[in-house]
């Protein structure tokens, strides 16, 4: 390739990263800029750097426990997601199981359902069906956790499904020859293998947990609140406060940034899906 | 993707299907034959469950031909 | 190989959960979408009333307009993504200096969270304080206000998806075409195809699986689209951008007709399952008769 062509796709990507970034930066401007000064001509440049608005949300005790909620429940279910998936994949990968094709697609329009289709019909299973004595899942972390597997779970299946299915069959047969059991097979020939593809779906998962708004909005009052949802009280009560709101934006915006840009190198090799096989 | 096993047969349909597909194809023709129904048919007189028949020998041929 | 009650023993525990926070929700709701059910009403009961809420719906003109502009939402946002997407995994295709630096920060609004787009767009857009609207009135003359014109409101949602999403397009086309092997191409130049040719009959058949898997990953999302658009416009001006999703969470359900907003999720559910099963099908059908 000529020297002059190098270039070229650089200030092709600078432009593109610079529609791409910003948003983002607006985004930071707004959160630094004390209420008085938005509403004058919007500038781009900052001048001075007002950290009140962040200070003010890390004050508030109850942002702060949304903060660790959302950290519990995203943690617990990514884990719980992966495992599970990783599991099923497993079977629908090495066994012949009747229907199993079927299986996965059904599994599938778990997450194709729009959420909202399912907000009244889980608060009232929460609140009033799954209970054991005292014990309700309504406005827990549990039951949080437990909810967002209705789109994370098929989405783990989804994601390695063609990682397993790519780990070749004869490797684990040869074990099975010499003897290995069936747990010794899974954890020391397949996890291994489906490492890079396991990772990319616990981060994935995590970020969707982390993300999510509606289910956490409608199935919890108190007790297992999570960022997203502190970020639509403060629109929805003090709607002209922007500059809070993009200062809780921003704190949830952090956290998933720093742990994508860990691992962003694995999410080429995850996101492959159906892509090497046929 | 590896095939289900279950047998899947060839039919008129233009892929194959084992019979939990061809069921779900005809729920799915049941149920938009009756929300057209509802809104094209039953105003002209014509009951809901001329609709219901009509999709239940569909049905049948699909699952036994398919 | 070995026995199949390990494979459901390894299969059950996904079943169970999905069974019993996907299947029994599906099934309350639609059980209850048979019923006349409003809890404050002077009549609390559930009332069985045949399918008295489906005939409602199919005559309902609000609803009927928010699939329309949900159609038409969806498909102008996977459309455009898929283009942009296979442009930029193009261009990913050749080196240049701090590749693997653009290609992170490409991948950035993927990990951002719905509503957080929403209110970044709702900071960019709104009149008083957005960029948007002020460049554009310094610079073209042109006025910006998604409060008040429907279209604008309308594209502003789609061009917000597309910032959000094509990054997942790109990254699984860029996955597919590093998987492609040299071959098939030197041959085509070898024999004298130019550009489009190649892209037609040798490109995009081999990288089909990725499309379609991208494409079905993409159109369950879309359709599913709330957080963003209720942060950002609320549905509004009017029900320019009220979305079936949004329809659902701001009319249905503080109106506390249960019955009728269960009939409404379950036409939802129906077409959105329908759309995505035809899709899944109508991909995978070619390939299945040709190996058999």
């Known amino acids: 390739m000529r020297n002059g062509n190098r270039w070229l796709p650089v200030l092709f990507w600078t432009l593109i990263s610079f529609l791409t970034l910003f948003p983002i930066y607006w985004l ?76 996965f697609f059904w599994t599938i329009t778990n997450r194709m359902a729009p959420p909202a289709v399912f907000l009244l019909p889980l608060f009232l299973l929460l609140t009033q069906v799954y209970r054991i004595g005292e014990f309700s899942l309504a406005d827990t972390r549990t039951g949080m956790i437990l909810v967002y597997c209705t789109f994370n779970l098929p989405f783990a299946i989804w994601t390695l499904r063609p990682t397993l299915d790519g780990i070749p069959k004869e490797l684990d047969e040869a074990a099975y020859v010499d003897g290995a059991s069936a747990w010794k097979v899974i954890s020391e020939v397949v996890f291994p293998l489906a490492r890079p593809g396991l990772a990319v779906t616990l981060i994935l998962t995590w ?72 | 993707m590896s095939e289900d096993t279950k047998t899947p047969k060839p039919g008129f349909l233009p892929i194959e299907t084992n019979w939990f597909d ?25 009951s809901i469950w001329i609709c219901c028949a009509i999709s239940a020998v569909l049905a049948a041929y699909i699952i036994r031909r398919g | 190989m070995h026995s199949k009650t390990l494979g459901w023993a390894l299969l059950a525990p996904t079943l169970i959960l999905l069974f019993f926070f996907g299947v029994v929700p599906f099934i309350y709701v639609l059980f209850v979408s048979f019923h006349q059910w409003n809890p404050f009403a002077v009549n609390p009961d559930m009332i069985f009333n045949w399918a008295e809420n489906y005939r409602r719906v199919v005559f309902d003109a609000q609803f009927l307009a928010s699939l329309g502009v949900t159609i038409a939402f969806v498909f102008f946002a996977v459309v455009s993504e898929l283009i942009i997407g296979y442009a930029l995994a193009q261009a990913f295709m050749r080196d240049f200096p701090g590749k693997a630096f653009f290609r992170t920060i490409h991948t950035l609004p993927l990990i951002m969270a719905p509503i957080i787009v929403g209110s970044i767009w709702k900071l960019m857009t709104t009149p008083s304080i957005g960029i948007l609207p002020n460049i554009l009135d310094d610079w073209f003359g042109y006025n910006l206000n998604i409060g008040q014109s ?64 991208t494409v079905f990953i993409r159109l369950m999302d879309a359709l599913r689209t709330v957080d963003e658009v209720l942060m950002l416009t609320g549905g509004g001006p009017g029900s320019a951008t009220r979305y079936v999703g949004v329809h ?45």
Not at chain 3, 272 to 285: F, G, M, N, Q, R
């Open chain 2, 22 to 46: 061809r069921l779900f194809i005809s729920v799915v023709i049941w149920v938009a034959l009756s929300l057209f129904w509802f809104r094209f048919i039953e105003p002209l007189g014509l």
């Open chain 3, 150 to 213: 429907a279209l604008q409101a309308f594209t502003v949602t789609v061009i917000m998806d597309i910032w959000h999403w094509t990054p997942l397009v790109t990254l699984s086309l860029i996955a597919a075409l590093v998987s492609l092997p040299p071959d098939p191409f030197e041959q085509a130049q070898i024999d004298g195809a130019n550009k489009r040719q190649i892209f037609w009959h040798i490109t995009l058949p081999m990288i089909r699986p990725a499309i379609i898997a």
């Open chain 1, 207 to 278: 970020v969707f947990a982390w993300n999510e708004y509606l289910l956490a909005a409608t199935l919890t009052n108190f007790n297992a609140r999570t960022l997203t949802t502190g970020l639509s009280e403060y629109v929805t009560t003090t709607g002209t406060e922007w500059g809070i709101m993009a200062a809780i934006s921003v704190f949830t915006l952090i956290p998933a940034l720093i742990i994508f840009s860990l691992v962003q190198r694995h999410i080429v090799a995850g996101l492959t899906f159906g892509a090497v096989k046929g």
């Open chain 3, 248 to 292: 659902i969470f701001k009319e249905v359900f503080p109106r506390t007709n249960y019955g009728y907003g269960s009939a409404i999720s379950v036409v939802v559910l129906y077409l959105t399952i329908v759309a995505c099963w035809l899709l899944y099908v109508s991909l995978i059908a070619p390939r299945n008769t040709r190996k058999g």
């Open chain 1, 28 to 103: 930071f401007v707004i959160s630094v800029k004390p209420a008085v000064e938005l509403f004058s001509t919007p500038s781009v440049i900052l001048t001075d750097i007002y950290w009140q608005n962040y200070l003010d949300v890390l004050g508030d005790r109850t942002l702060r426990g949304y903060m660790v909620n959302s950290l519990v429940i995203s943690t617990g279910n990514a884990v719980l997601c992966t495992l599970l998936g990783f599991m099923a994949c497993y079977a629908l990968s090495r066994f012949d199981l009747p229907g199993k094709e079927s299986i």
